[in-house]
Nanobody, 125 residues
């Protein structure tokens, strides 16, 4: 089992920045894939970014590439999502997710078996 706890959401204005955190605990997480997804009201979960916990190049959604940056602090078992130049369309609940079953990173929600409770990001225009 992997437990994930997100934090860092809030209400900001367009153009502002936020940093989300995802604290992971439980089983050894060295060989898992991590991802961030978001869900706007009335919409399906949307892929944001994924990365292997062990490192490597992240894979970003086109809508956030160049504005969002994923990183991790291995010593703290924490994943981060730095979000810059926020837009109203970035509004939604942001979820951290972990996949321990696949050797490849995935953009598909169904490939992730562990999820956090989510943290709300609201960007006003």
């Amino acid at each position: 089992q992997v437990q994930l706890v997100e934090s860092g959401g809030g209400l900001v204005q367009a153009g502002d920045s936020l940093r989300l955190s995802c604290a992971a605990s439980g089983r050894t997480i060295t060989n898992i894939n991590m991802g961030w997804f978001r869900q706007a009201p009335g919409k399906e979960h949307e892929f944001v970014v994924t990365i292997k916990w062990s490192g490597g190049s992240p894979n970003y959604a086109d809508s956030v590439r160049g504005r969002f940056t994923i990183s991790r602090d291995i010593a703290k078992n924490t994943l981060y999502l730095q979000m810059n130049s926020l837009k109203p369309e970035d509004t939604g609940a942001y979820y951290c997710a972990a996949d321990a079953r696949h050797s490849y990173t995935s953009k598909l929600r169904g490939d992730y078996e562990y999820w956090g409770q989510g943290t709300q990001v609201t960007v006003s225009s």
